[in-house]
């Protein structure tokens, strides 16, 4: 049996990600009429770093509890249940903006709750800092891994 392996690995220059690829050829004999054969395999991959996926994974969880605790305090759910649950979580995660802006009543007792919306913003803004620092740590490790 001969293997032969040959890799090519790329680096993109615009620092979001490399990719790779590695081509496999076997060439065998077959046990029963002795013939040769040969198969053949590509393995690519390109994309994201893992811990990429994983900071907009978070990102995603954290704006979208938060914008369930604006939309259900908007529509004035009550405080039992999922809506309870989603309270207190969007409660902790909006705190340290609860107080810059005031809480506002809508029409019918309903509460726009600003610290949500700041909250928001201001963790999807990090999350995108966050995100870019994985990003250049990521190509520089495979420029590295590369030369």
């Excluded at 032969?4 to 077959?30: K, W």
């Excluded at 966050?130 to 190509?139: A, F, L, Q, T």
């Amino acid at each position: 049996m001969t293997d032969t392996q040959v890799q090519d690995r790329v680096v993109s220059d615009n620092g979001q990600s490399y990719r790779g690829v590695t081509n496999t050829t076997q060439t065998m004999s077959d046990p029963v009429t002795g013939a040769a054969m040969r198969s053949s395999s590509t393995r690519t991959w390109s994309g994201q770093s893992p811990w990429l996926g994983i900071v907009g994974l978070l990102a995603a969880i954290v704006l979208v509890l938060l914008a369930m605790d604006f939309v259900l305090h908007a529509a004035g759910a009550a405080n039992v249940g999922f809506a309870a649950f989603i309270f207190s979580v969007g409660s902790a995660l909006a705190s340290p903006f609860a107080g810059i802006f005031k809480t506002a009543s809508a029409a019918g007792g309903n509460l726009i709750v600003w610290a949500d919306l700041l909250a928001i913003v201001v963790y999807a803004l990090a999350a995108g800092l966050v995100g870019k620092v994985v990003s250049m740590i990521v190509d520089s490790a495979a420029k590295r891994a590369a030369a």
